[in-house]
């Protein structure tokens, strides 16, 4: 990992943290401006960074949801849309 990636990805877990301290679950757009404007290249190592660390939540809290709906026999989440299958 070369040092944009790896001090992308630092600013993105410290970005984590500050959303949930200040309940804001858009502040990573804020920091990823203030990145920008010196490096688009910290910017977009940053942006990989959030999107992949947030899709990782999703995913893990959509397991739980589905194995929590299944072990109380309710109804699952349902599956977004793919929007490349319309």
């Known amino acids: 990992m070369g040092i944009v990636d ?3 990805d630092k600013l993105a877990v410290e970005t984590l943290k ?3 301290e200040l309940g804001n679950d858009r502040f ?3 920091v990823a401006k203030v990145i920008g ?3 688009p290249s910290m910017q977009e190592a940053f942006m990989t960074s ?3 660390r947030l899709a990782s939540v999703r995913g893990f ?3 739980e949801a589905v194995l929590k709906a299944k072990r109380e ?3 699952a989440p349902e599956v977004p849309r ?3 299958s319309h």
């Open 6 to 8: 790896e001090l992308g």
């Open 18 to 20: 500050a959303m949930e």
């Open 28 to 30: 990573y757009n804020d």
């Open 37 to 39: 404007a010196l490096s």
């Open 50 to 52: 959030i999107r992949i």
């Open 61 to 63: 809290d959509f397991i």
């Open 73 to 75: 026999g309710g109804a």
């Open 82 to 84: 793919d929007s490349a």
